[in-house]
């Protein structure tokens, strides 16, 4: 399992629940939340979860930016 | 007496910490906005894994992690990276310091495009009937008006036209 700890004043709530939508079909993901951080778990027994959820954190980034730069 | 440090050595002023698979860049958040540091992760994600962290307030860390099949070299990428994150900084602050002469040559260029006022938007503009019809110079006085013949007793020629025949 990995784990990504995304920062909140970094990365977009909204974001991440599209991206988490969209690599549901492809790994288990776990969501929790602080005051500071997303916690997201990924993991599969047939992918690399690495890369997964590098895939995933790629995907929020691109789309906290994109929502960004609407607001 | 020590020197004064110069806006460019202050905006190269970037902490790498660099392992075999990637490197992670610290930024200082007043001397790089947030908005560039996106700017730059986003032109990245192409060819690397980004990840953005808060080490600590103030700093915001940049990981990158080059996908496979990316052959490029980590110090490369770093250099790029260092080269979009300045490029995105500095239009952003060319942006900043004219953006009122912007606004100013965009809103002439639209109401340009706009055409000419119509009778509506005249009369929504608050010329009332007595500013309407100021004529100072006497151009809206008819030529009839103006030429017309004196009444008897003021005296044969009037100026010019036809009324002095």
Known sequence: MIELRLHRELYLEEALAQAIDLYREHAHIERQSTEEVFLVRVSSDTLDEREVADELANYVLGATVELSQKR | MPRAVTLAERLSEITVHRSDAELVLELDETLYPKDAIYGSAYVFIDRCYVLLDRPRAGRISVRLKPKPGVTRALDDLAGEFEN?????????LILEE??????????RALSGAAG??????????GADEDAAFDDPLGIAV???EKYKKRAAGEGGGGEGGAGSK
């Not at chain 2, 979009?84 to 952003?92: D, T």
């Not at chain 2, 000419?116 to 503009?125: F, K, T």
């Open chain 2, 84 to 92: 979009e994150l300045l490029g995105q900084a500095w239009r952003r």
């Open chain 2, 142 to 144: 008819s030529w009839e």
């Open chain 2, 98 to 107: 004219n953006r009122e002469l912007i606004e100013s040559v965009t809103t």
């Open chain 2, 116 to 125: 000419p006022p119509g009778l509506d938007e005249l009369l929504q503009m």
